[in-house]
């Protein structure tokens, strides 16, 4: 019969340092599971596509004006445009925009100078192709057909010299075509910045839209 002590087994207790190493890998492993777990169901704020109506107001802050001509700007380039996805790539919109620029002096006769003031109505039919394959993202680019009305004025005088010399009159109106790329961000499920490159009445436009359908 064997004896009593060849029966029982000695347990030795766990390591501290095994226990720690244990609960920081289980800690991690868990840690990890949750941010996949949330990163799979995590909604976007938005998703750009098919049938989404946007009303956006935007500020020029490069004005052709004062790159080509040197102009003051009395009033920055502003703008409000409402857009509509067509389809999931391609959208229609509508623009009206306003802007006040004053000239350098003009020499008209005998040391006498003159300054112009441009008030500038822009109304402009624009279309474009976009890429909506990032959540919150929209990045795009296109055309638009401009109708710019133009108001000329002088602060002292009449407009006889520079209609003679230099072909300004009162009032000129002409449609033009240019193009544009941008982008926007989705911030909320309705409100979104953007940002736009093109050759209107100002290089650089920046503004905020909103969601109305």
Do not use: C
Request: hydrophobic share 40%; glycine share 10%.
């Amino acid at each position: 019969m064997p004896g009593l002590g060849s029966s029982v087994r000695v347990v030795q207790a766990p390591n501290f340092k095994t226990i720690m190493k244990n609960l920081i890998l289980f800690t991690l492993t868990l840690i990890l599971s949750n941010g996949l777990h949330a990163q799979q169901y995590s909604q976007p704020k938005r998703i750009f596509k098919k049938n989404q109506m946007d009303v956006q107001a935007g500020v020029g802050l490069l004005p052709m004006a004062r790159i080509l001509d040197g102009a003051t700007m009395k009033m920055l380039p502003v703008s409000i445009e409402v857009n509509r996805m067509l389809g999931d790539r391609f959208s229609l919109g509508l623009s009206h925009g306003r802007s006040v620029a004053e000239s350098r002096p003009i020499i008209i006769s005998d040391g006498v100078s003159q300054r112009v003031t441009n008030h500038t109505n822009q109304t402009a039919l624009k279309a474009a192709f976009h890429l909506t394959r990032l959540d919150n993202a929209d990045f795009y680019g296109g055309f638009m057909l401009t109708v710019n009305d133009s108001k000329f004025s002088v602060d002292k005088g009449d407009m006889d010299f520079l209609k003679t010399h230099h072909g300004i009159v009162s009032r000129k109106t002409k449609l033009t075509y240019t193009g544009f790329v941008g982008s926007r961000y989705a911030i909320s499920s309705k409100w979104n910045l953007f940002g736009e490159l093109g050759f209107g009445e100002s290089v650089l436009t920046v503004g905020v839209g909103y969601r109305i359908r």
